[in-house]
């Protein structure tokens, strides 16, 4: 078994859940208790660095569970109640076309924002939010929760460290039957994990992306779809998306020029190593030969830890208490955004090669923020916000 030490991985990640990052609890308002914001709810109501105050729903016949399970838990329908309200940090749990206008209202009013992922659904919108938290010195987090799994955190140590040689190629496949969304298409509901591990995995952004995809059950919405990333040095990233597919799968293999890895979220052992790969050498005669090279997989031995949701609430608020910038914070996630609307674009035009393009728009506002989005956020150390004054209450 290879075991992986903790100090290959991101301290601010392994930071325990329960161990209090501040001098008082964060008072938290949830917004949106649908299909997500049960789960946001269940784990800021179980940190004890965290007030859970207000959540917040379109829907009253959503609050009532809510009002029934955590009595001191105030309800309401009213978003500008809550915004209004002494709560301190906002987590979005809402729909992606939501996104924008509830975050954009959140930072103005003076609040800490956790947002589901993506964070908005184009480029522009979600320049706008970053650059107005980083104006304001407000915390912004986006909820890329699979970059707070202990595998994923393993696998990039793998990488970064040399163990798999030069990375080739990675192929994941992320299937499952639903859940279907009318909102959103299979590439702007199931991606972002896989784009958000791929940056982190290999420390780098790519140059340009394809998508090609089918709508079978609401027209104009894809529920299959085939991505491809380039990134530099010829190595290519494959995605297979559906929630039309009638077994669950989440695997991503990553092939090295020395080793291969299997990241598998739903097998017993969710991190393999592979001693495995093929050698071309010429022979005698010049003419070249295949060596295979056999290994026995090697289960990765990983860091016990709470639910990758539960570390991300934790870390957010670590965040907010400590008055530091999250290491992912907004730009990952607009970096995400990004990708997503060029694969978008390339999807509805027939599979397009659409290039990236990092700071070249047209837009000056866009092309300030992106021309120095990229970094690399577990190699950099959380920079220190300039003040993070009290929310208003």
């Known amino acids: 078994m290879v075991m992986i030490s903790e100090s ?43 007030e859970l105050t207000m959540v ?6 959503r609050l009532d569970p809510v009002a029934a399970q955590y009595p001191g838990v105030r309800v309401t329908t009213s978003f500008a109640e809550l915004l209004a309200s002494e709560v301190e940090a906002v987590a979005i749990a809402t729909p992606l076309t939501t996104h924008y206008a509830l975050v954009k209202q959140a930072l103005q009013a003076g609040k800490h924002v956790l947002v589901e992922k993506p964070l908005a659904a184009t480029t522009r919108q979600g320049a706008e939010i970053v650059a107005l938290a980083e104006e304001s010195d407000r915390v912004l ?22 163990e798999l040689g030069e990375i080739r190629h990675i192929t994941a496949q992320r299937l499952n039957l639903g859940p279907v969304r009318h909102d959103a298409s ?23 992306v394809r998508a090609q995809g089918a709508a079978y059950l609401q027209s104009g919405v894809h529920d299959v779809v085939q991505m491809e990333l380039w990134f530099p040095g010829n190595r290519l990233a494959h995605v297979h998306l559906s929630w039309l597919d009638p077994v669950k799968v989440r695997r991503m293999t990553v092939v090295g020029s020395q080793k291969m890895a299997v990241y598998d979220d739903l097998a017993a052992d969710k991190l393999v190593l592979y001693d495995r790969g093929v050698v071309l050498s010429a022979t005698r005669d010049g003419h070249p030969e295949l060596l295979y090279r056999l290994g026995e997989p090697q289960p990765v031995a990983l860091p016990r830890a709470d639910e ?19 290491a992912p914070d907004g730009r990952l ?30 837009d000056p506002a866009v092309r300030e923020v992106m021309a120095t989005t990229w970094w690399h956020w577990r190699s950099a150390a959380s920079a220190q916000l300039e003040t993070v004054p009290e929310a208003a209450s």
Not at 342 to 361: I, N, V
Request: hydrophobic residues 45%; aromatic residues 6%; charged residues 20%.
């Open 8 to 50: 290959g991985l991101s301290p601010a990640m392994l930071a325990e859940p329960d161990r209090p990052a501040g001098h008082r609890r964060t008072r938290v308002g949830v917004v949106g208790a649908g299909y997500w914001g049960p789960k946001v709810i269940r784990n800021f109501a179980a940190l004890p660095q965290a």
């Open 56 to 61: 917040c729903d379109l829907v009253a016949a």
């Open 141 to 162: 987090m986006v909820g890329h929760t699979f970059l707070f799994e202990p595998a994923v955190e393993a696998l990039g140590a793998l990488v970064r460290r040399g």
């Open 186 to 208: 299979a590439l702007w509901d199931l991606a972002p994990h896989d784009i958000a591990i791929r940056l982190d995995v290999l420390g780098c952004a790519p140059e340009a």
């Open 308 to 326: 990758p949701l539960r570390r991300q609430c934790a870390y957010f608020l670590d965040c907010v208490q400590r008055h530091i910038r999250p």
């Open 333 to 362: 996630g607009l970096q995400v955004v990004r990708i997503l609307e060029r694969a978008d674009h390339s999807l509805h035009k027939g599979g397009r090669y659409e290039s990236l393009g990092w700071g070249t728009d047209t």
